[in-house]
């Protein structure tokens, strides 16, 4: 049986199918020698070439303009936020020795035609005041953040590859599997809570043609699967996140008006894009988030537009496949992404090893938000003009709005990614009122 992900890419890339499809994967390098000449678009200018010269023109006509393309040509239209989320509180209870509490959420997003929850973990350390709450997505569920016994195994659709996922679903052996990913206690010990769901709970990530997760509730009538400008997979989770945050406003333990945004890989995409569309998130971090990231996709390098919608024809919506190899006609690149969350603080990261995420294309989309960071009056990513050449490893630059560091090692996210997003939002959320 010929692969749907390769007949999906055919099609989108225009072929005629003839009966036995057995198309190669679009091509990758990772040889900056073979990174072609590029012109980036200026987010400081207008689609007519006129400048946007004042931080009203940028908040009152530029941004609503790009955040309207990304969301037309790149992860497609979300529904509006609900009026409400119901939530329930499934389990609470003190842990680490008294010094936190724990919670389990039930989230309901959806409630026809198919019911679609999602059970959002959260820990908060034991003060008098409203703390501050990371917020993310994580890949295997809520019981492979931790070894605690206790929290419930997620029940829905995962991949296999996960060692105690059998059968797609996972099981104790599971348990703890992801913890070196989410330094519970370091969080809670700085102050700081952490909230986090599995993804796909709000939608599984395969391409069942939009079937499943919360994209049927919202098709129009005689809509089997989102027009072409409307939301893919990644759209959807972000908008699961905005939901997060709905019910962590519910909570009087968290503040909510410091709810950090933030996400690893294909999460890492998801926690830039729902910093973009929801301007309640404080600060936004994105960790080796790569192609549909925060990596420049007129680089080609890596992961490229072709070979992501190739591999994953469910993450972006349909009008993003028009892009595949024909990088230069979008109408706009992911510094852009970076520039639609200023003037909150928003911290990008790479990893030296990861070059599929194309760690120069996320420091240089980094650095080319900084005008916009810099027309609203914050510092942008710190000091005079920022340098194109990729920093050191293991040196963060982080006393700007924008933050970035390139860290020894591999795709992932570890303790010092974590230290690095704890100071900046320290410094970051320190210097506010509320
Ligand atoms: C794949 C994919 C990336 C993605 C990553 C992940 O490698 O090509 O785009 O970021 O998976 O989410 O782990």
Same mark, same amino acid.
């Given at each position: 049986?010929?692969?749907? =992900? ?5 099609m ?12 190669? %994967? ?9 990174? !072609? ?14 400048? /946007?010269s004042s931080?009203?023109d940028w ?5 609503p303009?790009l ?13 509006p ?6 939530t329930r ?5 003190d ?17 026809? +035609?198919t ?16 703390? !501050?709450?990371?917020?993310?997505l994580?890949f295997?569920?809520?019981?492979t ?10 029940? =829905? ?25 989410w330094p /519970? ?9 952490l909230a ?9 990530d ?5 079937q ?8 129009? #009538? ?8 409307? @939301?893919?997979?990644i ?39 729902v910093? &973009?569309t929801? +301007?309640?998130?404080?600060i936004?971090i994105?960790n080796? #988030? ?5 990596a ?8 490229t /537009?072709?070979?992501? =919608?190739?591999?994953? %024809? ?16 979008? !109408?706009?690149?992911?510094h852009e ?13 790479? &990893?030296?090893?990861?070059? @599929? &995420?194309? %760690?120069?294309?996320?420091?240089? #989309? ?25 920093? +050191? /490893?293991d040196?963060?630059? #982080? ?8 860290r ?9 990614d974590?230290?690095?997003?704890l100071?900046?939002?320290?410094r970051?959320?320190r210097?506010?009122?509320?």
């Amino acid at each position: 049986m010929p692969d749907l =992900n390769r007949i999906a890419y055919l099609m989108a890339a225009g072929c005629v199918l003839t009966a036995a499809v057995d198309a190669a %994967p679009p091509p990758t390098h990772t040889d900056e020698a073979q990174v !072609p000449a590029y012109t980036l678009p200026d987010p400081l200018k207008f689609a007519d070439g006129s400048a /946007v010269s004042s931080a009203k023109d940028w908040t009152e006509r530029r941004r609503p303009q790009l955040l309207e393309l990304f969301a037309e040509q790149m992860f497609g239209k979300a529904p509006p936020a609900p009026k409400s989320v119901k939530t329930r509180t499934l389990s609470e209870k003190d842990v680490f020795g008294g010094t936190a509490i724990r919670k389990e959420i039930e989230v309901t997003l959806v409630e026809q +035609p198919t019911p679609v929850t999602m059970t959002i973990l959260l820990y908060l350390p034991k003060t008098d005041k409203p703390v !501050p709450v990371f917020l993310g997505l994580n890949f295997r569920g809520n019981h492979t953040v931790t070894t605690e016994p206790d929290v419930a195994l997620n029940t =829905n659709w995962m991949e296999n590859k996960t060692p105690g996922v059998v059968d797609h679903r996972a099981t104790e052996e599971s348990r703890g599997s992801q913890a070196s990913r989410w330094p /519970v206690e370091m969080l809670l010990k700085r102050g700081y809570g952490l909230a986090t769901a599995y993804y796909g709970d709000i939608d599984p990530d395969f391409h069942d043609g939009f079937q499943n997760g919360v994209h049927p509730a919202f098709a129009k #009538s005689g809509q089997s699967q989102p027009a072409p400008d409307e @939301w893919g997979s990644i759209a959807a989770w972000a908008w699961g996140m905005s939901r997060g945050l709905d019910a962590l406003e519910q909570e009087s333990r968290v503040n909510a008006k410091q709810v950090i945004a933030i996400g690893h890989s294909r999460l890492g995409k998801t926690a830039l894009w729902v910093g &973009a569309t929801d +301007p309640r998130f404080a600060i936004v971090i994105s960790n080796d #988030s790569g192609c549909g990231g925060a990596a420049l996709s007129r680089r080609h390098f890596g992961e490229t /537009v072709a070979r992501i =919608n190739y591999s994953f %024809p469910h993450w972006f919506c349909e009008n993003f496949k028009q892009f595949n190899e024909n990088e230069a006609a979008l !109408p706009f690149d992911q510094h852009e992404l970076i520039a639609l969350i200023a003037p909150r603080p928003v911290y990008v990261a790479s &990893a030296a090893e990861d070059l @599929w &995420a194309d %760690p120069k294309g996320e420091y240089l #989309s980094a650095i080319y938000a900084d005008p916009v960071y810099r027309l609203l009056g914050t510092d942008g990513i710190g000091g005079a003009a920022p340098s194109t050449e990729l920093p +050191p /490893v293991d040196h963060p630059i #982080s006393n700007g709005t924008i933050g970035y560091h390139i860290r020894t090692g591999k795709h992932d996210i570890n303790d010092f990614d974590w230290e690095q997003y704890l100071n900046f939002a320290d410094r970051h959320l320190r210097a506010r009122k509320n």
